[in-house]
């Protein structure tokens, strides 16, 4: 069987894509190293069925283990932190380090966790239905999130033919009494960046209402 081994910057090449976003680690790329191009047929297929994001972040080298240590290099993947010689043999001594390392910062979040606990503001984990404060794609794909968008939709025309200010501030401030009598909470980083806390009515109202103007511009 020819040899095949994979190289990932971040993490396995996973067929449920989904867990990417649940790993503790950051998913940056794919590299596939084969030293049989009759498999090239194959690998095509399989990249082409992945979704676009994964496809856009793999690339695939042919060629002997050396020869894929080296086209890597080019690509920002040090020869030093790969996790097997070129003959493939397991380089222990960094695996070893690198778990080190893993179980030094889970044991920092632990203690921090715990020291946090009594705290009745602390949040370690959002709900599937919290709506999350920030910015960028891994807060706008949120399940919450995604609902909130969706309830504000039904509202839209409602919000647009407020005649003032005044009217527009009371439809906000509506929606944010429903959607927290749903026990729905408003979350955002704390200052650690490794927890949640739950942000006052004021800003939770506003961020309704900038979602509702978002939306508004459609």
């Known amino acids: 069987a020819a040899q095949m081994y994979l190289c990932l910057d971040a993490m396995r090449f996973m067929g449920k894509f989904k867990a990417v976003d649940s790993m503790p680690v950051r998913y940056s790329s794919n590299h596939l190293c084969v030293n049989d191009k009759r498999l090239g047929s194959v690998i095509s297929l399989l990249i082409s069925i992945c979704p676009k994001t994964v496809r856009l972040r793999t690339r695939v080298h042919f060629g002997s283990p050396l020869e894929c240590t080296y086209e890597l290099t080019t690509y920002g993947v040090p020869s030093g932190k790969m996790p097997l010689d070129t003959d493939g043999t ?82 906000s401030t509506n929606i944010m009494a429903e959607l927290k009598g749903r026990g729905v909470r408003f979350v955002k980083r704390d200052a650690s960046g490794n927890f949640w806390e739950e942000v006052s009515d004021t800003v939770a109202r506003q961020k309704i209402a900038m979602c509702l103007r978002n939306i508004s511009r459609r």
């Open 90 to 171: 397991p380089r222990r001594e960094l695996i070893a380090s690198y778990l080190q390392g893993k179980r030094e910062i889970e044991a920092h979040l632990w203690n921090m966790y715990m020291s946090k606990m009594s705290n009745p503001s602390f949040i370690c984990f959002p709900f599937v239905d919290d709506i999350l404060l920030g910015r960028g794609w891994p807060y706008q794909s949120y399940s919450g999130n995604i609902k909130l968008i969706e309830l504000l939709e039904t509202r839209k025309r409602k919000y647009n033919d407020a005649s003032s200010r005044s009217e527009k501030t009371t439809i």
